[in-house]
């Protein structure tokens, strides 16, 4: 039996009425286990049950919230009108009860949801966008809030796309992006990057007219600047990590046979190459191999590799190698070479010519042999 019409099999009452009680609980049997159509003869090969009519609807049970919230064990799916609530009610396993909200989308729409789950949810299969917002007035494409411990925007990128891609058009003056804290007691930063992957955590291409890279303020009023160019201007000055201004100089052999400490002078071979220094009271000396510049100068761009290159500090506090050569050091004391190539000593002032200083011991060194000082080094 493929299907049973019910308006046929009860359309003759008085049929029924000669049929003996156990036939019928016979044919109901059999009607149970079929495909049922009422309204129609022919019920859809995909419904179990298919009611068709153009003047009349299907109730299903009408419930209070507190009595749908009191059904014992409710099975996953099953259906409900809530009278207080006025909608559709279905229960889903691991949920709960959940609202079948009959809004229309329609503008302006808005909707309150109380679930684990997405309130709103998009998906795109395609190659098109999943939310495309305009705002063609004075207000925002998107305001997004969080009022709790969650974020306001959550946004993955598992593909090669972008998660988040912000663009101003050709004929806007606003911003691609922007992010303001208004609170004035959270400790929080207004914007947080963190990255675990190979490429730049931040990655910025100027390629308007404009003459900046970055501005930074302080109530309105400029202190730090990052021209296109690459130049930095700080209106606070900088502070930073290392002791010494050095400058990054080609050597004569190979990097490997110097270390820091150093004392280096020109190479009077080849054109702007240094050499360790070789012989007392050299006036070819002009530095130290730095440990740990707070500032590397260099003629080369900034993505030049310098691994070929010494930085030699100029000016600043270095750490140097030194003998005893020139007798006990004391702070304070004139440095020159020593005869030990890039060694320095302690100078006899009597003895000292011009450009033959190397700068002023800031420690004390009596041990024998070869030791390394804190040197303030400026060459004279």
């Not at 999943?130 to 411990?149: F, K, S």
């Not at 990052?226 to 201007?233: D, N, P």
């Not at 030049?304 to 030194?322: A, E, H, R, Y």
Request: include cysteine.
């Amino acid at each position: 039996m493929n299907g049973i019409s019910v308006s046929k099999v009860f359309s003759s009452r008085s049929k029924w009425n000669a049929v003996p009680l156990t036939a019928l609980f016979a044919f109901i049997g059999i009607v149970a286990e079929a495909q049922v159509g009422i309204g129609t003869t022919v019920p859809d090969a995909s419904a179990q049950l298919d009611v068709k009519s153009d003047k009349k609807g299907v109730l299903v049970p009408r419930l209070t919230t507190v009595q749908r919230t009191a059904i014992q064990a409710p099975a996953d799916g099953l259906l409900v009108y809530d009278t207080n609530a006025k909608g559709f009610w279905y229960f889903k396993s691991g949920t709960g009860w959940v609202a079948i909200n009959n809004a229309t989308l329609a503008l302006p729409y808005t909707g309150t949801g109380n679930t684990s789950d997405p309130s709103f949810l998009m998906k795109n299969q395609g190659a098109g966008h999943a939310l495309v917002a305009t705002a063609e007035g004075t207000g925002d494409g998107i305001i997004a809030n969080a009022l709790g411990h969650g974020n306001a925007v959550t946004a993955t990128a598992y593909g090669n796309g972008h998660a988040i891609f912000g663009y101003n058009s050709f004929s806007g003056i606003g911003g691609a992006a922007r992010f303001v804290n208004f609170n004035t007691s959270t400790p929080n930063p207004v914007l947080t990057l963190s990255n675990a992957g190979l490429g730049a955590t931040i990655y910025a291409d100027h390629t308007g007219a404009g003459a900046n890279h970055a501005i930074f303020q302080n109530s309105g009023v400029n202190v730090v600047r990052i021209s296109k160019t690459g130049a930095g201007f700080f209106n606070g000055g900088i502070q930073n990590n290392g002791a010494d201004i050095a400058e990054s100089f080609d050597v004569m052999r190979e990097v490997s046979d110097y270390e820091p400490g150093d004392v280096l002078s020109i190479a009077t071979s080849r054109d702007r190459t240094i050499e360790k220094s070789a012989g007392a009271y050299s006036d070819l000396v002009l530095g130290v191999y730095a440990t740990k510049p707070g500032v590397l100068l260099t003629e080369e761009n900034i993505d030049s590799d310098l691994t070929g290159k010494v930085p030699m500090g100029v000016v600043g506090v270095i750490p140097t190698k030194v003998c005893g050569e020139g007798g006990v050091i004391r702070r304070g004391d004139l440095l020159v070479t020593s005869s030990i190539p890039g060694v320095a000593m302690k100078a006899d002032k009597s003895r000292v010519q011009a450009g033959q200083v190397l700068g002023k011991a800031l420690q004390n060194f009596d041990g024998g042999g070869v030791g390394k000082i804190n040197v303030f080094v400026n060459v004279k």
